[in-house]
């Protein structure tokens, strides 16, 4: 009797799933349900209140979170002094979510705008763009893809 053969990548995940460790992790997901239109999907708390694990879908892209656990070696940015990653995340309203980031405590880095390289030059990708960090110290970049522009120089 044939079996079927079991995915090697569950259902609902694709190749890449970002993991995101920080404090405050329960405050991220409201963040995110509230800024973003996230999904809550899972969430295990721990006996001592904090989020052990969580995935959340955005759109059609699901990730996964957790409040940092130093005895695990697990920490967050705000106890790293920072965090070299940052989450790019298209939306079709790119006023209408900035807004609601400002609105809900994020910090601006940079407003909305067309995408510039740092020489001014437009690029590639044809994206209105705004950078900013939520409490949690990790930076967004909220994106709408406004046209399919190549390299303008």
Same mark, same amino acid.
């Given at each position: 009797?044939?079996?079927?053969?079991?995915?090697?990548?569950? &259902?609902? @995940?694709?190749?890449?799933?970002? +993991? /995101?460790?920080?404090?405050?992790?329960?405050?991220?997901? &409201?963040?995110?349900?509230?800024?973003?239109?996230?999904? &809550?999907?899972?969430?295990?708390?721990?006996? =001592?209140?904090?989020?052990?694990?969580?995935? $959340?879908?955005?759109? =059609?892209? !699901? @990730?996964? $979170?957790?409040?940092?656990?130093?005895?695990?070696?697990? !920490?967050?940015?705000?106890?790293?002094?920072?965090?070299?990653?940052? /989450?790019?995340? +298209?939306?079709?309203?790119?006023?209408?979510?900035? =807004?609601?980031?400002?609105?809900?405590?994020?910090?601006?880095?940079?407003?909305?705008?067309?995408? !510039?390289?740092?020489?001014? !030059?437009?690029?590639?990708?044809?994206?209105?763009?705004?950078?900013? &960090?939520?409490?949690?110290? $990790?930076?967004?970049?909220?994106?709408?893809?406004?046209?399919?522009?190549?390299? /303008?120089?």
């Amino acid at each position: 009797m044939a079996t079927k053969a079991t995915r090697f990548i569950p &259902e609902g @995940f694709s190749t890449l799933t970002p +993991y /995101l460790v920080m404090s405050g992790a329960s405050e991220a997901i &409201e963040f995110y349900k509230k800024v973003f239109s996230a999904t &809550e999907l899972v969430r295990m708390p721990m006996p =001592n209140g904090k989020v052990g694990h969580a995935e $959340l879908r955005i759109g =059609n892209s !699901r @990730f996964m $979170l957790a409040d940092e656990m130093p005895e695990m070696n697990m !920490r967050g940015p705000k106890s790293l002094g920072g965090s070299p990653v940052g /989450l790019c995340v +298209y939306f079709e309203d790119c006023d209408a979510v900035f =807004n609601r980031a400002v609105s809900s405590g994020a910090k601006v880095e940079r407003p909305l705008v067309d995408d !510039r390289h740092p020489q001014g !030059r437009r690029v590639a990708r044809g994206d209105q763009t705004a950078h900013g &960090e939520d409490a949690q110290a $990790l930076m967004r970049r909220v994106h709408c893809h406004r046209s399919a522009a190549a390299h /303008l120089g």
